[in-house]
């Protein structure tokens, strides 16, 4: 394996790590209404479930109110229960032709909470990329064990993967602060 090789996986791996950590976040709630609230919640479909983006307009018409409309309104019924059954903690209120999703300002013990756990997952985030690291370290190590690269290029390929590492773990950083302050803002 190429020292560029090992940088470019290794830069990727990294990168696929931060837009995961992103996405998590998006799906925390923060008191203002995103319709990435509603990515994993699943209707049964006809005996199938499936993602609710797939069966329904979703909108937000202000900041704190999601509507979701379906494309057949015999499915009002499961999207309320799909809704009621995640650990969102929202209550639904349904109309023959909408499903109403008011989004309710969080409670200062909620922000709190809510900030352990995008902490926590920007912990696990920060583990990953540095076991990436550790992979990408040990690639080097064999690669001039098995003479393929000399030990200048190992040492100087372990250093730009310490360079990447940390490039990866301050956008995480910065991820996290943007999401605390959207979770502590009123």
């Given at each position: 394996?190429?020292?560029?090789?090992?940088?470019?996986?290794?830069?990727?791996?990294?990168?696929?790590?931060?837009?995961?950590?992103?996405?998590?976040?998006?799906?925390?709630?923060?008191?203002?209404?995103?319709?990435?609230?509603?990515?994993?919640?699943?209707?049964?479909?006809?005996?199938?479930?499936?993602h609710l983006s797939q069966v329904a307009n979703i909108s937000v018409p202000?900041?704190?109110?999601?509507?979701?409309?379906?494309?057949?309104?015999?499915l009002i019924p499961e999207i309320v229960k799909a809704i009621?059954?995640?650990?969102?903690?929202?209550n639904p209120q349904s109309d023959p032709n909408v499903v109403r999703l008011p989004i309710p300002p969080l409670t200062e013990e909620r922000r709190k909470d809510l900030v352990k756990l995008v902490k926590k997952v920007a912990e696990e985030g920060k583990i990953a990329?540095?076991?990436?690291?550790?992979?990408?370290?040990?690639?080097?190590?064999?690669?001039?064990?098995?003479k393929e690269i000399s030990e200048d290029e190992s040492r100087k390929?372990?250093?730009?993967?310490?360079?990447?590492?940390?490039?990866?773990?301050?956008?995480?950083?910065e991820t996290l602060k943007k999401k605390e302050q959207e979770i502590m803002e009123i």
């Amino acid at each position: 394996m190429t020292v560029k090789k090992i940088h470019r996986d290794t830069e990727e791996r990294m990168e696929k790590a931060v837009e995961t950590i992103r996405k998590e976040f998006a799906s925390i709630r923060t008191g203002k209404a995103t319709t990435s609230l509603l990515e994993g919640i699943r209707v049964d479909y006809y005996g199938t479930m499936t993602h609710l983006s797939q069966v329904a307009n979703i909108s937000v018409p202000d900041a704190r109110l999601l509507v979701i409309q379906p494309w057949e309104k015999k499915l009002i019924p499961e999207i309320v229960k799909a809704i009621q059954k995640s650990d969102l903690g929202l209550n639904p209120q349904s109309d023959p032709n909408v499903v109403r999703l008011p989004i309710p300002p969080l409670t200062e013990e909620r922000r709190k909470d809510l900030v352990k756990l995008v902490k926590k997952v920007a912990e696990e985030g920060k583990i990953a990329i540095r076991n990436i690291r550790r992979d990408s370290n040990d690639a080097f190590k064999n690669a001039e064990k098995d003479k393929e690269i000399s030990e200048d290029e190992s040492r100087k390929g372990q250093e730009r993967v310490q360079e990447i590492t940390n490039e990866h773990i301050e956008k995480i950083e910065e991820t996290l602060k943007k999401k605390e302050q959207e979770i502590m803002e009123i």
